[in-house]
């Protein structure tokens, strides 16, 4: 049986605004791997003066180090999602090591912001029906996305550029990191240009609005 997904009383001091994404054209921008040192601030501060909202998917190591910059993303309105521990493939592991990996996250994650994420995103995009399910024992549903751009490989920021906009169609989830330093430089181009195409930038669970996710539900 699927578990609903859990109601939190803290709020995001910025929070997203509503968006009708089955009448309006949106997108979500998802970020892996972070918080980052440097990177991620500089991304949270391009995101807040162009007045658009993602999703972050944080490694529960990175967030123990940087806590600091988990909370402003949270404060400035941006989803955060669980990626694990330490960023493992998890259908290499036992149950007990894949829940283990979760509920760390989700406690550190809980201790910075206050409330624990509803949705996951596996390493690599590794899973299967038993991580499914371990995941929905933690209220978790499964994030993956609709395009990557493989930018940890790529590099370069006109590439990357250009990628993620090849890569941008409605309703779609772009997976990128705020680790890659030429990601974060990409954006200010990227974000002109998809606004200028007429996407609303958003969040996932902006984006899922018309069907929220529940635990143990995969999407897209």
Same mark, same amino acid.
């Given at each position: 049986m699927l578990l609903a997904a859990a109601v939190f009383p803290a709020a995001p001091a910025q929070a997203a605004p509503k968006v009708d994404c089955a009448r309006m054209k949106c997108l979500a921008l998802t970020f892996d791997d972070g918080p980052a040192p440097a990177t991620t601030g500089k991304l &949270?501060? &391009? &995101?807040?003066?162009?007045?658009?909202?993602? #999703?972050?998917?944080v490694v529960g190591k990175a967030v123990e180090k940087r806590p600091a910059v988990l909370k402003r993303t949270y404060a400035?309105?941006?989803?955060i999602g669980n990626h694990t521990?330490?960023?493992?493939s998890l259908p290499e592991m036992m149950d007990q090591e894949i829940t283990q990996q979760l509920q760390i996250t989700q406690d550190a994650i809980e201790g910075v912001i206050g /409330? =624990?994420? #509803?949705m996951f995103r596996p390493p690599y995009g590794h899973s299967d029906d038993r991580v499914l399910g371990l995941a929905a024992q933690e209220g978790l549903a499964q994030v993956k996305w609709t395009a990557t751009t493989l930018d940890w490989s790529l /590099?370069? #920021?006109?590439?990357?550029? /250009? #990628?993620? +906009?090849? +890569?941008? =169609? /409605?309703?779609?989830?772009?997976l990128m990191h705020d680790t890659v330093p030429q990601t974060v430089a990409a954006m200010p181009a990227v974000i002109k240009e998809l606004k200028k195409r007429g996407y609303q930038l958003v969040t996932v669970s902006q984006l899922t609005a018309g069907k929220p996710l529940r635990a143990g539900d995969k999407f897209p």
């Amino acid at each position: 049986m699927l578990l609903a997904a859990a109601v939190f009383p803290a709020a995001p001091a910025q929070a997203a605004p509503k968006v009708d994404c089955a009448r309006m054209k949106c997108l979500a921008l998802t970020f892996d791997d972070g918080p980052a040192p440097a990177t991620t601030g500089k991304l &949270l501060t &391009l &995101l807040k003066k162009e007045k658009v909202k993602a #999703t972050f998917f944080v490694v529960g190591k990175a967030v123990e180090k940087r806590p600091a910059v988990l909370k402003r993303t949270y404060a400035e309105g941006h989803e955060i999602g669980n990626h694990t521990y330490d960023h493992p493939s998890l259908p290499e592991m036992m149950d007990q090591e894949i829940t283990q990996q979760l509920q760390i996250t989700q406690d550190a994650i809980e201790g910075v912001i206050g /409330r =624990r994420p #509803t949705m996951f995103r596996p390493p690599y995009g590794h899973s299967d029906d038993r991580v499914l399910g371990l995941a929905a024992q933690e209220g978790l549903a499964q994030v993956k996305w609709t395009a990557t751009t493989l930018d940890w490989s790529l /590099r370069d #920021t006109e590439k990357i550029t /250009r #990628t993620v +906009l090849k +890569l941008a =169609r /409605r309703n779609g989830v772009i997976l990128m990191h705020d680790t890659v330093p030429q990601t974060v430089a990409a954006m200010p181009a990227v974000i002109k240009e998809l606004k200028k195409r007429g996407y609303q930038l958003v969040t996932v669970s902006q984006l899922t609005a018309g069907k929220p996710l529940r635990a143990g539900d995969k999407f897209p």
